[in-house]
């Protein structure tokens, strides 16, 4: 598995939260941006092996975020420019108290013979969610980001760029 993205202007990546695929345990790779390390405004832009629809892709990683833990509520789901759109926030409670993410998602459909889609989410977890920002990253990103998928061999752990 590879993707590839190119960051907003003032992003950068911050590898600590980066997850590499791994077809049992993790089947999304997944790069990690931010503008500000520590902030609460992120973006996750992940890839997964994927033939299907896009809206499936987007059910599929909500139901893995549900059983989880998170408390999913979704808003809206739309599409546009080849993309499915939803508006959502996960909802899960620790130690010290609850927390939330007002997330921005969209997936592509796979392109070609590449069996492999892309999953971006935008998500701000501030009390007052800079909705602005987060579709202007969520634009970029979607524009900029491709997934391939280059096969699986053993002990593959998919590649980040």
């Known amino acids: 598995m590879c993707v590839s993205v190119g ?3 003032n992003w950068l990546r911050a590898t600590q939260g ?3 695929y791994q077809s049992d345990k993790m089947p ?6 931010t503008p500000r390390l520590g902030g609460l405004l992120f973006a996750r832009v992940n890839a997964a092996r994927w033939a299907g629809k896009s809206e499936a892709l987007l059910d599929d990683y909500e139901a893995r975020m549900r059983k989880a833990g998170f408390l999913t509520i979704r808003f809206h789901r739309w599409s546009a420019r080849g993309f ?3 508006i959502s926030s ?3 409670p620790s130690p010290t108290g609850w927390h939330r993410w007002l997330m921005l998602i969209g997936a592509g459909q796979a392109s070609g013979h590449a069996a492999a889609a892309p999953l971006v989410f935008v998500m701000d977890a501030s009390d007052k969610p800079d909705v602005t920002a987060m579709a202007a ?3 970029h990103l979607l524009s900029s980001t491709s ?3 280059t096969g ?3 002990g593959s752990a998919g590649g980040l760029r």
């Open 7 to 9: 960051a907003p202007m």
């Open 18 to 20: 980066e997850r590499k």
């Open 28 to 33: 999304y790779v997944q790069i990690y941006l």
């Open 84 to 86: 499915s759109l939803q």
């Open 90 to 92: 996960a909802i899960w």
């Open 137 to 139: 990253a969520m634009k």
């Open 147 to 149: 997934a391939t998928w």
């Open 152 to 154: 699986e061999t053993a």
